[in-house]
């Protein structure tokens, strides 16, 4: 079954499982407005949702089940600060051994039901030194060294074409929001990199070294691949890290999976301030 198929008997299916509960489609049509992809330890944002409706991802067939413990599973539906949404709580990776499709179905479901806006959140490890664990970071630009892209093998349809400009991959404009209502709020904001890997193991001293030299502020194991089929939409994209640890390559600690969600959530009361904020703006 091509890709393309696939994603709208997904949304088909979601589609009619809330036209049976009817809460969120009688009063949001459209559909959803925004997506939020929440990442690691961040997923308190969906208890600002008003008007939930729930869709564990063991309900729809096919769809690909996270196995981070830290991670819903689930698409849950509503509004926050009067914007219909719909978050995906939770995200498979590449290195659970997912296909790129597989990990960027979840934001193609969000496009086909109407989501024109991407809030795609993560932890990630700091590369630049003037960074610090806790505070949350906003995605400028990115780099793929994950090695593959979820619109390999795609041909051109429905006037999309397979080669996607990436020169402006995160919304100015959202950007400029971002940090003028995380100035307002008096919130630690930094703007920089995020590079991709697939992982899962660690990065060592020499590739923290070698990705710093790059360019990147930030490292982690998601987010390019669902990015990029993102834009491949023409979804307008915010993205925010929450720094979960500190990558210096001469000192490095150790970051065990408990600790980046422990810091993870530190930084996350901000993000989810920030969210709303930015929400109620749009």
Same mark, same amino acid.
């Given at each position: ?26 009063? $949001? !049509? ?9 990442? =690691? ?14 869709? !564990? ?6 769809? !690909? ?55 795609? =959140? ?23 060294? =994950? ?22 991959? $995160? ?21 920089? %990199? ?13 590739? =923290? ?9 930030? %490292? ?10 993102? *834009?491949?939409?023409?979804?307008? %994209? ?23 969600? *422990? ?20």
């Amino acid at each position: 079954m091509r890709n393309t198929e696939k994603v709208q008997i997904r949304a088909g299916e979601l589609r009619s499982f809330l036209e049976r509960d009817s809460r969120f489609f009688k009063q $949001y !049509p459209q559909g959803p407005a925004v997506g939020i992809v929440l990442g =690691t330890g961040l997923g308190g944002i969906a208890e600002q949702l008003e008007n939930a409706v729930s869709i !564990p991802y063991s309900a729809i067939p096919g769809y !690909p089940a996270s196995t981070v413990d830290s991670h819903s599973g689930r698409f849950s539906f509503g509004s926050i600060a009067g914007v219909p949404v719909m978050l995906q709580e939770g995200r498979c990776h590449l290195y659970e051994g997912y296909s790129p499709d597989d990990v960027a179905l979840g934001v193609r479901l969000m496009g086909a039901l109407g989501a024109h806006t991407l809030v795609i =959140t993560n932890a990630a490890g700091a590369l630049n030194p003037l960074f610090n664990a806790g505070e949350v970071m906003i995605i400028d630009d990115h780099i793929n060294f =994950t090695g593959q892209s979820p619109l390999t093998g795609m041909l051109d349809e429905g006037g999309r074409s397979r080669f996607v400009d990436m020169t402006r991959v $995160y919304d100015a404009e959202l950007i400029a929001l971002a940090e003028k209502t995380a100035l307002r709020l008096g919130l630690v904001l930094r703007k920089g %990199v995020y590079l991709g890997l697939r992982g899962p193991q660690m990065e060592t001293r020499a590739e =923290t070294r070698m990705f710093r030299q790059w360019g990147a502020d930030a %490292v982690g194991m998601s987010t390019v691949t669902e990015v990029i089929a993102a *834009r491949h939409l023409d979804m307008r %994209v915010l993205g925010l890290s929450a720094l979960s640890n500190k990558n210096l390559p001469d000192c490095m600690e150790k970051a065990s999976l408990e600790d980046v969600i *422990r810091v993870s959530s530190l930084a996350a009361t901000g993000m989810q301030q920030l969210i709303l904020e930015v929400l109620k703006a749009m």
